[in-house]
């Protein structure tokens, strides 16, 4: 925790609304219409929370997606997953109401995904933290695209509607007791998964080490061209706030 702010600006925000999207997520809606660097046909940026702390200081930044941003009405949804431990982000949002204050940095500048318009075929891997920049892209996607989507969850019961103009396929992906950073299901996925086409995009978000491993397992064993691979780490065991910023 500090009591100091960031070398950049930081923004004070206030819970418009607040809902449960399943029992271990909750979107959490503001005026995004502070944000000056924010993009909106850009889907997948993201920014620092800070949240105040329980000694009056404000906690350390921590990096969230931009899930969905209305330009005509300035209202930001932000998805938090929810740890059941004492992270401070996680902490607060679960108890936090409708008033509640805390602060946000603008976007980051080299944040967000390109919707390419002549690409067909999209593959989504991710988990739990990466689902709010999946759902941003699928919504992002023409009429005209493909989307297979493949979301590692703890189980069944965090399974979430996603929606997209595009074909959309979703495959969900259950831990069911497995240590987050130990699972390889989606590894698994990606050694076996039918890539449609060499132009096919594969955007890939979950914990640091298994994204490694299956950057690695795509571009040396199935051949994938590194210009239509983008893997970032999200989270890294042991860090409090990692962000891989490397596609």
Do not use: N
């Not at 923004?11 to 271990?24: A, D, G, I, N, Q």
């Amino acid at each position: 925790m500090s009591s100091q702010p960031p070398p950049y600006q930081l923004y004070p925000v206030t819970v418009k609304s607040s809902r449960w999207v399943t029992p271990h997520m909750k979107r959490i809606t503001i005026d995004g219409g502070c944000l000056s660097g924010l993009r909106t046909a850009l889907p997948a940026q993201w920014f620092k929370v800070f949240v105040p702390a329980q000694d009056g200081q404000r906690s350390g930044g921590r990096a969230y997606t931009v899930r969905r941003y209305d330009p005509a009405t300035g209202q930001l949804d932000i998805d938090f997953v929810l740890h059941g431990d004492s992270g401070p982000v996680s902490a607060w949002a679960e108890r936090v109401q409708v008033g509640g204050g805390f602060e946000i940095s603008d976007v980051h500048p080299r944040s967000g995904f390109s919707i390419e318009p002549g690409t067909e075929d999209y593959l989504l891997f991710g988990d739990e933290t990466g689902l709010p920049a999946i759902g941003a892209i699928l919504e992002a996607l023409p009429a005209s695209a493909r989307a297979q989507v493949f979301a590692e969850i703890a189980h069944a019961g965090e399974a979430q509607e996603l929606t997209s103009r595009a074909t959309l396929s979703v495959t969900w992906l259950h831990r069911d007791g497995a240590a987050t950073a130990a699972s390889m299901l989606l590894e698994a996925v990606a050694r076996s998964v039918d890539i449609p086409t060499r132009a096919t995009v594969i955007w890939v978000a979950a914990e640091s080490t298994q994204v490694a491993a299956i950057r690695r397992l795509l571009l040396k064993e199935r051949g994938v061209d590194r210009t239509m691979l983008h893997a970032t780490g999200y989270w890294k065991r042991g860090e409090a706030d990692h962000r891989d910023e490397e596609a």
